[in-house]
């Protein structure tokens, strides 16, 4: 025969002379098929993704101990929990359940202290889909593990097996096969691993660039459970009550319908959509801020001899792929600045944002290539407040006035030019 079946098959009655008719449910271990000078380990073929077996379904290479981990649920993009770093030098597997409607945060990120050793790994939920970074410190990698949005409010499984440079990664039981650039094969992580996010804004983190929720600080907000690390079950639940967390709930409840009731949570005009147990209020259209839009945004008048200056440095991150901007302005006056990004070393990016004939201009510089974006319907100096948001991914550029429709742009680049420098 030149084939052997492990654990059953698509259709177990149709096995030749088969007289077992039930696939088996349960544990394996050290399954070995030898045949003359032959001798296979079929369990070590199958985990480190081996041409010679095919995988059907999900298989799990550990057995349960027990029940189901409980699961936590982080109520705001600031929670996340502390883990010791993943130990999974030359290989190792991963794997958790996580469910929310939100479209984007951050779900693990595990660095290194021994800078500047760029070693890194991160799961991130972007747009809707399951994304995965590595790097074994001769060059990125990034996956996108999902083939349809997992932002759908249903528990969904990411399972993730790497053998030194190659790996598989997969959602529900649909894999992708990916291998990291350059000649490493060792994953060396020293930091602790965030779950679930890194803290507020402006905290003290090293961050990646190629992460953009991270450096959006988009912590996750949904539930997770059972996270496994090579083979390991790791309690969450026991981590979350042990840290103290406030804003890491046990359970995984749901409620719906935050933004339906006769009274909208998000004040003084501020848009409301369904967040995972949470409205969420984009006050950017408003003179209000906050989670509710309820608290009166500061205010600063210019006289046209007068400016601002801000100093972002220190390892706050000044290498940027992706950024936010939104400004609110009113004026009489055509033309004038209202932002402009520098950097103190050799570096030439730059990003501005001005008034020039009653229009927004946003004029973007990385490296050698530069791009400008012009929009606004009509004059915008009426003296009346007016919205602009920007935002860069990588190469892509949006810019937006008020509620008209976007201007798109793109900066054509090699990839190692898509950082942006700022300090």
């Known amino acids: 025969s030149s084939r052997v079946y492990v654990g059953g098959a698509v259709n177990p009655r149709a096995l030749l002379g088969a007289r077992v008719h039930n696939n088996f449910v349960g544990c394996l271990r050290k399954v070995e098929f030898s045949a003359d000078t032959l001798r296979l380990n079929l369990i070590d073929l199958a985990r480190t993704g081996s041409k010679l077996i095919q995988v059907a379904g999900r298989v799990d290479y550990q057995c349960p101990s027990g029940d189901p981990q409980d699961p936590v649920t982080f109520t705001t993009r600031e929670s996340y929990l502390l883990l010791p770093p993943w130990d999974v030098s030359k290989q190792g597997m991963l794997s958790f359940k996580f469910r929310t409607n939100e479209p984007n945060g951050l779900i693990i990120l595990n660095t290194v202290v021994r800078l500047p050793r760029p070693d890194f790994f991160a799961v991130e939920l972007l747009n809707g889909h399951i994304y995965i970074h590595m790097d074994l410190g001769s060059g990125a990698v990034k996956v996108r593990a999902s083939r349809r949005r997992v932002d759908d409010g249903v528990w969904h499984e990411l399972s993730l097996r790497r053998n030194g440079r190659d790996g598989k990664v997969g959602v529900d039981g649909q894999w992708n096969d990916f291998r990291t650039p350059g000649d490493s094969t060792q994953l060396e992580l020293d930091s602790p691993m965030y779950v679930g996010g890194i803290g507020p804004p402006y905290a003290d983190v090293v961050i990646p660039p190629a992460i953009w929720t991270a450096t959006l600080r988009q912590g996750f907000v949904g539930c997770l459970r059972d996270l496994v690390l090579s083979g390991k079950p790791v309690d969450i639940a026991a981590y ?184």
């Open 240 to 423: 979350a009550r042990q840290q103290d967390s406030g804003a890491i709930k046990p359970s995984c409840h749901v409620v719906a319908n935050q933004c339906g009731g006769a009274v909208s949570p998000c004040q003084n005009g501020g848009q409301c959509t369904e967040g995972w147990n949470r409205p969420l209020c984009d006050c950017s259209a408003t003179l209000f801020t906050g989670p509710t839009c309820g608290r009166e945004s500061a205010t600063l008048a210019f006289n046209g001899s007068q400016h601002m200056a801000i100093w972002i440095g220190g390892t706050l991150g000044t290498r940027t792929q992706t950024e936010e901007l939104v400004i609110r302005f009113k004026t009489s006056r055509p033309a004038g600045l209202l932002l402009l990004t520098s950097a103190e070393s050799s570096s030439s990016d730059r990003l501005e944002i001005g008034l020039v004939a009653g229009r927004v201009r946003a004029n973007v510089r990385l490296g050698e290539r530069e791009k400008n974006l012009l929009a606004g319907q009509g004059v915008l100096n009426d003296n009346n407040w007016h919205t602009v948001r920007f935002s860069r991914r990588a190469s892509n550029l949006r810019l937006q006035v008020d509620g008209a429709a976007p201007v798109r742009g793109m900066l054509c680049m090699y990839q190692q030019h898509h950082y942006f420098a700022l300090n």
